[in-house]
């Protein structure tokens, strides 16, 4: 499996930007995906997550309603939309994809096996 992250960048407080993430190697529809995020010095966190259809999905509550996940499965692909950004959302952004099937929509770092190699986000003050 390969998840490769991107749309990463520098964006003044305030502003947005959409991050990707493109899978392959396993049928993608069929798999909850999720974004998590690190930033210097501290552990990685859960973001958001989306369940197979899209019609689910779950926020941190610190970034809720400002970013908003999404996906498409006709291109193995899935989103990260990021509105009113926050020094402190500045870290390293990875999507993610359990091994396995879950019911529920998993927050947890343990229960992804496979991540992407991450893409930078900087917001400036």
């Known amino acids: 499996v390969q998840l490769q992250a991107c749309g990463g960048g520098l964006v003044q407080t305030g502003g947005s930007l959409k991050l990707s993430c493109a899978a392959s190697?396993?049928?993608?529809?069929?798999?909850?995906m999720g974004w998590f995020r690190q930033a210097p010095g501290k552990e990685r966190e859960f973001v958001a997550g989306?369940?197979?259809?899209?019609?689910?999905?779950y926020y941190a509550d610190s970034v809720k309603d400002r970013f908003t996940i999404s996906r498409d499965n006709a291109k193995n692909t899935v989103f990260l939309q990021m509105n009113s950004l926050k020094p402190e959302d500045t870290a390293v952004y990875y999507c993610?994809?359990?091994?396995?099937?879950?019911?529920?929509?998993?927050?947890?770092?343990?229960?992804?096996?496979?991540w992407g190699k991450g893409t930078q986000v900087t917001v400036s003050n």
């Open positions: 993610a994809m359990p091994g396995g099937d879950w019911v529920f929509i998993p927050k947890m770092t343990s229960s992804y096996d496979y």
């Open positions: 190697g396993r049928p993608f529809s069929n798999y909850i």
């Open positions: 989306i369940n197979w259809s899209g019609a689910t999905t």
